[in-house]
């Protein structure tokens, strides 16, 4: 079984970036597709980005294109979300979460982390 514990969430200025991380345990990890989700306050958990188990294959919801990145170092058991130009709407808990064999599918994602907020204020 796979554990997911995210950080590198904080509060940044509108234009500002972040890094988030999630480390993972378990052996598995390199076989499992891996997503970032965010949840607003009084707002629906929204998916943000997936990547397939090799690193190959990306998805992004069309607002964080261009300005935010996933990559996965699966030597490291880790996923990253690079978040550039943030603004304000980026504001939310981001959650890590291990997926099946559709990276591009939040139907397929299960296993959350505990989350990590990120403020950005205008």
Not at 10 to 36: E, I, N
Not at 69 to 90: C, F
């Amino acid at each position: 079984q796979v554990q997911l514990v995210e950080s590198g969430g904080g509060l940044v200025q509108a234009g500002d970036s972040l890094r988030l991380s999630c480390a993972a345990s378990g052996r598995t990890f390199s076989r499992f597709a891996l997503g970032w989700f965010r949840q607003a306050p009084g707002k629906e958990r929204e998916f943000v980005a997936g990547i397939n188990w090799s690193g190959g294959g990306t998805y992004y919801v069309d607002s964080v294109k261009g300005r935010f990145t996933i990559s996965r170092d699966n030597a490291k058991t880790t996923v990253y979300l690079q978040m550039n130009s943030l603004k304000p709407e980026d504001t939310a808990v981001y959650y890590c979460a291990l997926g099946g064999g559709r990276y591009y599918l939040a139907a397929d994602f299960g296993s959350w982390g505990q989350g990590t907020q990120v403020t950005v204020s205008s």
